[in-house]
Structure formats: structure tokens, C-alpha cells
């Protein structure tokens, strides 16, 4: 049985310097893996497009699944950071503003450097299971959770676990699958009829 890559780096950088060149290898790593994909990249190749030596890499970094796992932390962190900021608005507006507003920021979210997020989406299999990948998702839910709770009286479902597992589902499943495989969608002149035909969906859905 094939043994799984390590994907944990050998140690955290904490000086200016040594953060200044874990960024470089983490960059240089989305590059490499938007560019030419997973297989091409290596170590050496890695180190190269940095500008870092190959022993510099191996002190922060066992493979080049550590530094893809770096790469998909990273974009995560990005987009938690956005839907964070994006979702203060929500718990103030009525049920269709808020469920337009969420699927707007799933779509904002894949957004994110959609080639990059599309390259990690066919990576992170190959990677491994990585715990961090997990926490968007549950955060997303929690916050959907918490919304459809305050908005019970708009609302013609009764189980709201179900109901919120249901549209998060299918919120990201639509936007994910949009950046994956149906860029067309995203284009500026159709992204508003994506947004209001997913929200109609969702809303349609929760009232019953």
C-alpha cells in the first residue's frame, strides 16, 4: 500500500525573513500548479520560480503535497476572510435579500482566483484529506444555521439541520460547479441571473 504523502510542514516560520520565504514558496507553488498542473511541479522546479534554495524549501516544507496542502490553506483562509466580512449584513434582512446575499457570496467566493480554485479542486484528492478544507463548509452551515433560526416565521420548513445542510449543499454545489466546468456562467453580463435564479431556487425551497 502506497504511503500518504506528509502534507504538514516541518516547521512554522516565525521571522520576517523565513515568512517572506515560506510566501515565496507557497506563490511560486500556485503558479506552478495553475500553470502547468500538479504533476509538473516538483521541489526543484518550486524552489526555482521562488528563488529559493532546494535546502530552504525542505526546511519549511517534506513535499510538494506540503506545499500544495500551503497552497489550499491559504485560498481557504482567503475566502473565509471575505464571507466573514460579507455575511455581517445578513442577520438584519428579510429572507429573500439574505438568501440572495448568500448565494451572491458563494459566487464572490469561487471568484477568488478561479483558476487557482479550480486546479486545487482537482488537487485535493491527491493531496489527501486535509482537516482545514473542512472548516468553511461547517462554518458556512453554522452561519445559514443561525440565519434560518431568527427567520422561522418566514419559513415552511420545520427542521432547520436538514433545511440548512439542504441549501448549503446546493448553494456550493452550484457555484463550484460553475467555476469548474461552466465558466460562461460567471461572465459579468450573466453572473446577477445565476445569483437571483440560485437564490429563487434556495427561497423557493424554504418557504414552501
Given amino acids: 500500500m502506497a504511503r500518504r504523502p506528509v502534507t ?23 503558479r506552478i500548479l495553475v500553470k502547468d498542473g500538479f504533476d509538473k511541479a ?27 496542502a500551503a497552497v489550499i490553506e491559504r485560498h481557504q483562509h482567503q475566502i473565509m476572510q471575505m464571507v466573514r466580512r460579507e455575511l455581517a449584513q445578513v442577520s438584519t434582512q428579510s429572507l429573500d435579500e439574505a438568501m440572495r446575499k448568500f448565494v451572491a457570496i458563494a459566487v464572490e467566493a469561487h471568484r477568488l482566483d478561479p483558476k487557482l480554485h479550480r486546479v486545487l479542486a482537482e488537487q485535493i484528492p491527491r493531496v489527501g484529506k486535509l482537516e482545514k478544507l473542512e ?24 427542521d432547520l439541520e436538514l433545511a440548512s445542510f439542504v441549501c448549503v449543499t446546493t448553494i456550493e454545489a452550484l457555484t463550484h460547479n460553475a467555476v469548474l466546468h461552466h ?9 446577477e441571473t445565476l445569483i437571483d435564479e440560485g437564490a429563487r431556487l434556495v427561497i423557493g425551497y424554504l418557504k414552501g
Avoid at 183 to 191: F, G, P
Fill in 135 to 158: 472548516t468553511f463548509s461547517r462554518e458556512n452551515f453554522s452561519l445559514f444555521r443561525a440565519y434560518l433560526e431568527g427567520a422561522r416565521d418566514e419559513l415552511g420548513v420545520d
Fill in 8 to 30: 504538514k510542514p516541518r516547521k512554522i516560520a516565525t521571522q520576517e525573513r523565513s515568512r517572506a520565504t515560506v510566501d515565496s514558496l507557497i506563490e511560486a507553488t500556485a
Fill in 183 to 191: 465558466s460562461k456562467v460567471l461572465a459579468d453580463d450573466r453572473m
Fill in 42 to 68: 516538483s521541489t526543484n522546479r518550486i524552489a526555482e520560480v521562488a528563488g529559493v534554495s532546494i535546502g530552504s524549501l525542505y526546511q519549511y516544507f517534506p513535499s510538494k503535497e506540503a506545499l500544495v
